[in-house]
Nanobody
Framework: QVQLVESGGGLVQAGGSLRLSCAAS????????MGWFRQAPGNEREFVAG????????AYADSVKGRFTISRDTAKNTVYLQMNSLKPEDTAVYYC?????????????????WGQGTQVTVSS
């Protein structure tokens, strides 16, 4: 099993920045890819960004390209999501996820482990 704990959410004004962190523990050697998803009220959970644990290849949703950056610190077993130029439509609960599959994917059901989520609210 893998445990994921997110932190770093909060309230920020439009145009501001936040950095989310996700600390992984447990059988992390089984993890190939990590991702961030978000879910706004009334919406489905959607892919935001993903990163391969080895090599660091990244992928982003079109809605966040150029504004968000995903990175990882393998020594700390931690993944980060740097969010800049935040917009009110970025308001959601953000979830960290880990996948045992080798393909970096945006498909929610391909991720095996999930954190509890952290709230991000962007005011206009």
């Amino acid at each position: 099993q893998v445990q994921l704990v997110e932190s770093g959410g909060g309230l920020v004004q439009a145009g501001g920045s936040l950095r989310l962190s996700c600390a992984a523990s447990g059988r992390t050697v089984t993890i190939y890819n990590m991702g961030w998803f978000r879910q706004a009220p009334g919406n489905e959970r959607e892919f935001v960004a993903g990163i391969r644990w080895t090599g660091g290849t990244t992928a982003y949703a079109d809605s966040v390209k150029g504004r968000f950056t995903i990175s990882r610190d393998t020594a700390k077993n931690t993944v980060y999501l740097q969010m800049n130029s935040l917009k009110p439509e970025d308001t959601a609960v953000y979830y960290c996820a880990a996948a045992k599959g080798v393909v970096l994917t945006s498909t929610r059901t391909s991720y095996d482990y999930w954190g509890q989520g952290t709230q991000v609210t962007v005011s206009s």
